[in-house]
């Protein structure tokens, strides 16, 4: 099993969610952060550029079967590839072990 956090742009997001429906993602994390990476910040609003310290993004999570990534990360990709800077950053992570709170039931069964 395997971890995906994705960074992408707020715009996104729906694009994203629906993609990710559309393969049979039935579950994910999604939240507000903020950050910056190479784009350092910058930002470009009616041809003016504007320095700011960080930008805001979404955070997604999505745990995964192994055999499920490379799709997940392919719709992910569709939903928010502009070809510009600062579009985002996708992490893939095993995961060790789930345990759901609410049945107990460990790893793939809790998922």
Same mark, same amino acid.
């Given at each position: 099993?395997?971890?995906?956090?994705?960074?992408?742009?707020?715009?996104?997001?729906?694009?994203?969610?629906?993609?990710?429906?559309?393969?049979?993602?039935?579950?994910?994390?999604?939240?507000?952060?903020?950050?910056?990476?190479?784009?350092?910040?910058?930002?470009?609003?009616?041809?003016?550029?504007?320095?700011?310290?960080?930008?805001?993004?979404?955070?997604?999570?999505?745990?995964?079967?192994?055999?499920?990534?490379? =799709?997940?990360?392919?719709? &992910? &990709?569709?939903?928010?590839?502009?070809?510009?800077?600062?579009?985002?950053? &996708?992490?893939?992570?095993?995961?060790?072990?789930? =345990?759901? &709170?609410?049945?107990?039931?460990?790893?793939?069964?809790?998922?």
């Amino acid at each position: 099993m395997k971890r995906i956090d994705a960074i992408i742009k707020q715009p996104c997001l729906e694009n994203v969610k629906n993609r990710l429906a559309g393969i049979g993602v039935e579950g994910m994390i999604a939240a507000e952060v903020v950050g910056m990476g190479r784009e350092k910040g910058r930002e470009f609003y009616r041809g003016a550029e504007y320095v700011v310290d960080f930008l805001p993004k979404i955070s997604l999570m999505i745990l995964a079967e192994d055999d499920r990534v490379s =799709v997940i990360i392919d719709a &992910i &990709i569709a939903g928010v590839r502009t070809g510009k800077i600062g579009a985002g950053k &996708i992490f893939v992570t095993p995961i060790e072990e789930v =345990v759901s &709170i609410r049945t107990g039931a460990w790893n793939h069964a809790a998922v």
